[in-house]
């Protein structure tokens, strides 16, 4: 295949899709994106950790998962909550997500995404290593390596992190981690003394990143401008053109039009490209289904909150309080605290309840961080799979794709499964293995 004559269209403007269409462009596809929303990375993209976590990959499914069910299910406010539901998405999901609950299997997991992570870490490097600094600070990246340090509270989570380390240094990857004492943890961050007393220890990673991912959104956008793309926002796929094993249009209509004619006048448009590839979050999962195919994917319901800390005392390094399961990260004059995990609510509401929690867990941990009386809030839904690894496949149609399933990793791992993806497309050797992020794999 011969990318340079071939145009292929990127369904989904968010950190996966944009990065899937710059990667695609550079190989030197014709690229378009279609984005439901009204501007890039509006959605899962827009608030998130922040965190570049390339060492911390350890999926969700693994032994203790299970063990910790009856909390999950009672507690009304704790870290992780789930909501059982009958539907079928949900009830499939669980069943897989239970087989994905053994030692071997989370291991193998934990190699595939370190593997994975630090493939993104090196092409979004590469992205950003040349970048104009007009561009960038347009786009508001706050873009630095900072590192990261996970700080602990129990014994017990210290002794199993300190394990993790052991066991990923064992894969001999690079993964550069060293354990620390709490008076360590402070020297780090100073930011962190008025918790020395509560704290039993760190794990402290020198080479994590911070980004904002919306920013980082917008910088792609540009790319992809710049080098003849084309983005369509406010456009809805109503449907999708099939003709034996191949989609040889997708209908469309736009947002705008249906609101000011009503969807009943609103005109659909046929939309003609030569490959197409769902990039689309949780909206893949139905985006799929008009293609042939199902997609393994719930939404895990995240939260966060964004204050002012220009003459606060933040930490500088990302932090993350492993008891409460909640990140802190500095961009520029900005301090981002995200976390949570509620499955089983697919909606984007604001729930007073959680982020009043964050606002109380920030400001125990960080009282004089900043404005906590102003704080910007955010939800979304971050599309997982049962196994924890992202979809980077063919469907059944056979010029149709999917870069799906990131999960809370979606900023981490997105330059990576687009070089994945890219790699796929053009027929090329991988730098690393395919199969583990299939869909018969997920």
């Given at each position: 295949?011969n ?5 292929v ?5 968010g ?8 990667r695609?462009?550079q190989?030197?596809w014709q690229v378009?994106v279609?984005e439901?929303?009204?501007?890039p990375?509006?959605?899962?993209s827009?608030?998130n950790?922040?965190q570049?976590?390339?060492?911390y990959v350890?999926?969700?499914?693994e ?5 910790s069910l009856p ?6 406010d ?9 539907s079928l998405?949900f009830?499939r999901?669980?069943l897989?997500?239970?087989?994905h ?7 193998q997991t934990t190699r595939?995404?370190l593997?994975l992570?630090?493939l993104?870490?090196?092409v ?12 960038t600070?347009a786009a ?6 900072n590192g ?14 300190s394990?993790?380390?052991?066991y ?6 690079g993964?550069?981690?060293y354990?620390?004492?709490p008076a ?9 003394a008025g ?7 760190g ?6 990143d911070v980004i904002?991912?919306?920013g ?8 992809i401008?710049?080098?003849g793309?084309e ?8 449907d999708a053109?099939?003709?034996g094993?191949?989609?040889v249009a997708l209908k469309?209509?736009s ?11 609103a005109q659909v448009?046929?939309y003609?490209a030569?490959?197409?590839v769902v990039a689309?979050g949780?909206?893949?999962r139905?985006?799929?289904q008009?293609f ?6 719930l ?7 964004t204050?002012?800390c220009?003459?606060?005392?933040a930490?500088s390094v990302?932090?993350?309080?492993s008891h ?8 520029g004059?900005?301090?981002r605290?995200a ?5 089983g609510r697919e909606?984007?509401d ?13 400001q125990?941990n960080?009282?004089?961080?900043g404005?906590?009386s102003?704080?910007q809030?955010?939800?979304?839904l971050?599309p997982a799979?049962p196994?924890?690894r992202?979809i980077?496949d ?8 999917a870069?799906i399933?990131?999960?809370t990793?979606?900023?981490t791992l997105?330059?990576g499964s ?5 790699d796929?497309m053009?027929?090329?050797p991988?730098s690393?293995?395919?199969?583990p992020f299939?869909?018969k794999a997920?």
């Amino acid at each position: 295949m011969n990318p340079q004559t071939k145009h292929v269209c990127v369904i989904g403007a968010g950190i996966v899709g944009l990065s899937t269409a710059w990667r695609l462009m550079q190989d030197g596809w014709q690229v378009s994106v279609i984005e439901e929303s009204a501007a890039p990375g509006l959605i899962t993209s827009y608030a998130n950790g922040a965190q570049l976590s390339y060492s911390y990959v350890a999926p969700l499914a693994e032994p203790s998962a299970l063990t910790s069910l009856p909390k999950w299910l009672l507690q009304k406010d704790g870290p992780l909550r789930i909501h059982p539901s009958l539907s079928l998405d949900f009830v499939r999901w669980s069943l897989s997500f239970a087989t994905h609950c053994t030692t071997a299997k989370a291991h193998q997991t934990t190699r595939d995404l370190l593997g994975l992570g630090y493939l993104s870490r090196r092409v979004l490097r590469e992205w950003l290593a040349d970048a104009p600094a007009s561009w960038t600070a347009a786009a508001g990246l706050d873009y630095r390596t900072n590192g990261k340090l996970v700080v602990f509270r129990d014994p017990a989570a210290l002794a199993s992190a300190s394990a993790q380390v052991a066991y990923q240094r064992s894969l001999e990857v690079g993964c550069e981690q060293y354990v620390l004492s709490p008076a360590e943890c402070v020297q780090k961050e100073p930011a962190l003394a008025g918790m020395q007393s509560k704290l039993v220890g760190g794990v402290y990673t020198p080479s994590e990143d911070v980004i904002d991912s919306h920013g980082l959104c917008m910088y792609l956008e540009r790319l992809i401008v710049s080098r003849g793309g084309e983005l369509r926002y406010d456009t809805r796929i109503t449907d999708a053109v099939i003709e034996g094993q191949r989609c040889v249009a997708l209908k469309l209509k736009s947002q705008s039009a249906a609101l000011d004619e009503g969807d009943a006048s609103a005109q659909v448009e046929e939309y003609k490209a030569d490959f197409f590839v769902v990039a689309a979050g949780l909206s893949s999962r139905e985006l799929l289904q008009k293609f042939g195919t199902r997609a393994p994917l719930l939404g895990l319901k995240g939260f966060s909150i964004t204050l002012d800390c220009e003459h606060g005392i933040a930490p500088s390094v990302s932090i993350t309080d492993s008891h409460h399961k909640i990140v802190f990260a500095k961009l520029g004059h900005r301090l981002r605290v995200a976390g949570m995990v509620d499955l089983g609510r697919e909606n984007r509401d604001i729930e007073a309840s959680r982020i009043a929690t964050l606002i109380k867990q920030s400001q125990d941990n960080f009282p004089e961080a900043g404005d906590y009386s102003n704080v910007q809030t955010w939800a979304g839904l971050r599309p997982a799979t049962p196994s924890g690894r992202p979809i980077v496949d063919q469907t059944v149609c056979e010029n149709v794709y999917a870069n799906i399933g990131h999960g809370t990793l979606g900023l981490t791992l997105a330059a990576g499964s687009a070089d994945l993806l890219a790699d796929k497309m053009a027929g090329r050797p991988s730098s690393l293995p395919l199969m583990p992020f299939t869909f018969k794999a997920a």
